[in-house]
């Protein structure tokens, strides 16, 4: 029996296509099979862009004796996390519930109707290395087991799927309170890192969500509250000084390894800039701190070199960390040979300083390859002239290597997240360019993806599978994104069209909305989640919270505010204790207790009054802010906060006095 992989649209199905493990795809045919031949499933889920998947498919999946042991005892299925989004976060919560752990690759034993009895993620070829057993000792324990002990087998995965149902509901009603916003912030500051900024510890991810939350709150307090700007500002500034940032080539990794920022996991996922963008985007407005543009500036530039399909309208979704097996982040590293050769003596010699170069790196693999990271400034004005030549040089060095692989699936939902954050950055920048590349999407995404009877499709070009809340609520709130830049009514129509759809196909009985519109039977999607915690992505269900609102304050419909209070009371009970990892619900609860603040420009079309203070208004910075444009023969704006509006001004000075009163 071939390996099935090779027909598959998945890059990381791809990849697997030439393994001697018979693969087969997510689909009712292999559950049919594993009934059929009475064994187990091992299923395996991974991504293009994941490094430890790419080490475990060298390590197994590639060993000959691993895959005779899995050819004849288990009907082994393997799943691309960003294809099947739903798949992949219902079986993580099973081997979380198993094993404390998630995360990927992941690694499920299932029954033949797809319930999980046991798992893990990584698992290592030979017994102890990394404190786990070998996978091959794994695979003979664990196909003895489902031959002689079926009954325990089968009583195990009953249980973890009773648990992993229980806990696809996340709603806890409650009482929508502007405590619960004081509160979370509470329970954020005591998360913070106070040395090096940030969350936790290490592992370190960016959280996004939880500085423009925090952002607000500091704005909200007219500046009294010093410790809400310092988690903001600090968090953004180390990050924009680690390694975790691409000094060289503009954008971020998807993590940082240690607590400090400089060791990175080297993948650059699509929607981690998107929402990293926004917040930098979002800082620069608030502050107009001159390295939080720069960052911005980084990302935007990597995503049109890198990312940005510009004939077709559509933005990749990740880039690797690495190019092959073993390799780990080596086209993103230096050693100091290879730095000194692409520079001038003086160049190096500033770089190192700044950058942290030396004869010993930070790479355990290769410990001559360093991270760059800025570890102090230039010695004076003279070298930040040199720095910046330098950077462009090591740039143009790094140009000359084989890049890693760039996933161009175009996912609706992330390609809907950077059409978003583009068209902040095309006003917060002053770029065209990136309108124009955001509504180019987003025009693709209306025509392509969306159908009137079954909501958004998951990928652009493709009908199957659809059906995914994520994909409806972040394309709705890109087309409301539009509707502020442009000033076109369709995009509002649109907005509220996907929205509309949502509230027959994902909306629950007793509020909130489920992850997919219908259930398919297929082991644990049989099941509907209504899923509310940002991870890692913003939670669908929040993202919905904040569409809500804004569209009840864009329209002013009620039908829309009695939505938005319905919703929220599904998720309340729970936020203050989400926290951090609720982000985007507090956000929309924000919306619902705090005035928002309404700027309408009206005046003709084109250069002018009206235009330039559409720019102001879309350039400014304030929590819970719609800008509306309409046409007029007159130059006019008002600013409204809450119910209280101010007299109408006719010219860009006037509005900005407004703005800053």
């Not at 909501?455 to 502020?484: I, K, T, W």
Request: charged share 25%; glycine share 8%.
């Amino acid at each position: 029996m071939p390996n099935q992989l090779a027909a598959e649209a998945s890059a990381y199905l791809k990849s697997a296509a030439h393994q001697p493990v018979h693969w087969l795809p997510w689909s009712d045919a292999a559950f049919a099979r594993a009934r059929e031949q009475h064994k187990p499933i091992l299923l395996d889920i991974g991504a293009v862009w994941c490094h430890w998947c790419h080490v475990m498919d060298g390590e197994s999946y590639e060993d000959p004796a691993v895959a005779e042991l899995l050819n004849r005892d288990f009907v082994c299925v393997k799943v691309d996390r960003d294809e099947r989004p739903d798949v992949d976060s219902r079986y993580q919560r099973a081997v979380q519930a198993l094993s404390g752990q998630g995360g990927w690759p992941l690694t499920a034993f299932l029954t033949p109707d797809g319930e999980v009895f046991f798992g893990g993620t990584y698992f290592p070829p030979d017994n102890n290395a990394y404190g786990r057993p070998g996978f091959g000792r794994v695979l003979m324990e664990i196909a003895r087991a489902f031959r002689e002990e079926r009954d325990r087998v089968t009583s195990n995965a009953r249980a973890i799927r009773e648990h992993v149902v229980q806990t696809l509901d996340e709603a806890k009603p409650g009482e929508v309170s502007p405590d619960l916003i004081s509160g979370a912030a509470d329970q954020m500051a005591r998360m913070f890192d106070v040395r090096y900024g940030g969350f936790g510890s290490a592992p370190k991810f960016p959280h996004p969500g939880a500085l423009e939350f925090l952002l607000a709150r500091w704005h909200d307090g007219k500046g009294g509250l010093a410790w809400q700007r310092d988690i903001v500002e600090k968090t953004l500034t180390a990050m924009a000084r680690g390694g975790v940032r691409d000094h060289v080539g503009g954008g971020f990794h998807r993590y940082s390894v240690d607590e400090r920022w400089i060791v990175p996991h080297f993948e650059k996922m699509s929607y981690d800039n998107s929402e990293l963008l926004r917040a930098y985007l979002s800082a620069y407005q608030a502050f107009g701190t001159p390295l939080y543009k720069e960052v911005a500036t980084g990302i935007v530039d990597w995503v049109l070199a890198v990312m940005s399909d510009k004939e077709h309208g559509a933005f990749a979704t990740s880039q690797d960390a690495d190019l092959t097996f073993g390799d780990d982040g080596d086209y993103w590293t230096w050693t100091e040979e290879e730095a000194n050769a692409a520079l001038t003596e003086r160049e190096f010699a500033v770089a190192a300083r700044v950058f942290d170069i030396q004869e010993t790196g930070e790479m355990h693999h290769n410990p001559k390859k360093n991270v760059l990271w800025w570890k102090q400034d230039p010695a004076g004005d003279d070298e930040w002239p040199v720095l910046r030549t330098a950077i462009q040089k090591l740039k143009a060095a790094r140009d000359y290597r084989e890049a890693p692989f760039v996933d161009r699936t175009a996912y609706v939902s992330w390609n809907a997240m950077m059409a978003g954050a583009f068209l902040q950055a095309g006003a917060v920048l002053d770029r065209p360019e990136c309108n124009a590349a955001a509504l180019k999407v987003l025009e693709r995404v209306w025509d392509e993806a969306w159908n009137v009877g079954s909501g958004m499709s998951h990928v652009l070009g493709r009908s199957e599978p659809r059906g995914m809340l994520d994909d409806n609520v972040q394309a709705a709130a890109a087309f409301l994104d539009a509707y502020e830049a442009s000033g076109e009514s369709a995009w509002l129509d649109r907005g509220a069209a996907v929205m509309t759809y949502c509230g027959t196909a994902h909306a629950d009985a007793s509020a909130g909305y489920f992850d997919i519109a219908a259930t398919n039977g297929t082991a644990y999607l049989a099941t509907r989640a209504k899923p509310v915690q940002d991870a890692p992505t913003p939670s669908p269900n929040g993202v919905a919270g904040l569409v809500l609102a804004r569209l009840a304050a864009l329209t002013d419909k009620p039908e829309w505010r009695t939505q938005l209070d319905r919703h929220l009371q599904a998720f309340a009970g729970s936020a203050r204790d989400l926290s951090l990892y609720g982000s985007t619900l507090l956000r929309a609860i924000d919306w619902a207790v705090n005035p928002v603040t309404r700027i309408e420009v009206s005046g003709p079309r084109g250069d002018g009054p009206a235009c330039a203070m559409h720019l102001l208004a879309l350039q400014s910075y304030r929590p819970r802010k719609i800008v509306v444009r309409k046409v007029a023969e007159r130059p006019a704006a008002t600013v409204c906060v809450g119910t209280a509006c101010s007299l109408p001004v006719a010219t860009p000075n006037k509005l900005a006095e407004l703005l800053q009163s």
